[in-house]
């Protein structure tokens, strides 16, 4: 028996993509959490990041922290590719034997703006928070729609991919790729060797030089660092579709806020758009979130209200942004946050 589902579609219809293609019959799959005030201005968007569905970032929402849904109404939107929103693996029924198309961040923000407008009449967001592909989601709805966001949270995220993340992403993709079940640009069976050397290749970028050096995989109860890459990493990548993975990579790497006809390719234009209380949080040892692109984002960024760069000081890499067992991390963002939100 089927469980039941703990989310909501809404139905976009047929849209025209960034790129140009036609998607039918597109769908937003999203959560909520808290209630909508009369005011309609206290409603936070919170973006899933790569491989996540809503299930995988809601523990961050909690009574008494930062996103708190006793004073905000939250709504986790699942991005195009994660298997609940509009995806290879669920969209074969209107799409026939066409591929899936390619689509943009700006498709993403799009939609969910047409969610909140149409379905919830919200105009104004408090805040967007999104922690990598969602940080990337947040900075372009704070360029996209500057008089919506009043507050921007980029967590291990950036304003576009940049070269050494692309690199990373090619290198992920040439392991998922070579598993012999991709065939004719398309995963036709479960590529099990490929899911495992993904997940051996994230590995060694998701964590620090130091998370290795110092052995911090034993506070999870791991004896050895083959106990830790088995159990932590070689299955993580197979509870998702193959082919959904390569849907989110493709958007990953097309990442770049000035890369539509709005800013035509302007990357400092696009970043002088932003009118938010804009919080960067990269992670200090993030490997392809790395600082020092935010540090280049930040002196761009010349007309937000306000506009900080606030480092995670951990050794937990990337995945210092989305610590479910970490509490030193996890008090730095809900404080980071908290703040935030009082401006």
Request: glycine share 8%; with cysteine.
């Amino acid at each position: 028996m089927t469980a039941p589902r703990d989310y909501e579609i809404f139905e976009a219809g047929d849209v025209t993509l960034q790129g140009g293609a036609v998607f039918p019959q597109l769908k937003l799959a999203y959560k909520t959490f808290g209630r909508l005030n009369a005011a309609k201005d206290n409603v936070i968007l919170y973006p899933t990041s790569f491989s996540a569905q809503h299930t995988d970032i809601e523990w961050l929402v909690q009574r008494g922290e930062a996103l708190d849904p006793d004073r905000y109404f939250i709504i986790i939107a699942n991005q195009f590719g994660n298997g609940l929103s509009s995806s290879p693996s669920n969209s074969r029924d209107v799409l026939g034997v066409a591929r899936f198309p390619a689509f943009s961040y700006y498709d993403g923000v799009a939609v969910q703006r047409r969610l909140l407008v149409e379905r919830f009449g919200v105009t104004k967001l408090a805040l967007v928070y999104g922690w990598s592909m969602g940080g990337m989601q947040a900075y372009h709805w704070a360029a996209r729609h500057p008089e919506m966001v009043e507050r921007a949270a980029v967590v291990c995220g950036s304003a576009r991919c940049w070269p050494y993340n692309h690199v990373f992403l090619e290198g992920v993709k040439a392991v998922l790729t070579a598993d012999p079940a991709y065939r004719d640009g398309r995963f036709v069976t479960r590529p099990t060797a490929g899911y495992r050397a993904m997940g051996r290749v994230y590995a060694g970028w998701a964590m620090s030089h130091e998370f290795y050096r110092e052995e911090v995989w034993r506070e999870a109860g791991f004896t050895s660092l083959e106990e830790y890459l088995a159990g932590s990493w070689d299955t993580t990548f197979a509870r998702r579709d193959a082919n959904d993975l390569l849907a989110q990579i493709a958007i990953w790497q097309a990442g770049d806020i000035s890369r539509c006809d709005e800013f035509g390719g302007d990357f400092d234009r696009a970043l002088a758009a932003i009118r938010a209380h804009v919080l960067l949080m990269p992670g200090r040892t993030d490997r392809y979130f790395d600082i020092r692109d935010n540090e280049d984002e930040l002196g761009r960024l010349v007309n937000a209200r306000s506009a900080a760069l606030h480092a995670i000081p951990s050794i937990h890499g990337h995945r210092a942004g989305n610590p479910v067992n970490n509490a030193a991390d996890r008090a730095f963002i809900n404080a980071e946050i908290s703040a935030l939100l009082q401006r």
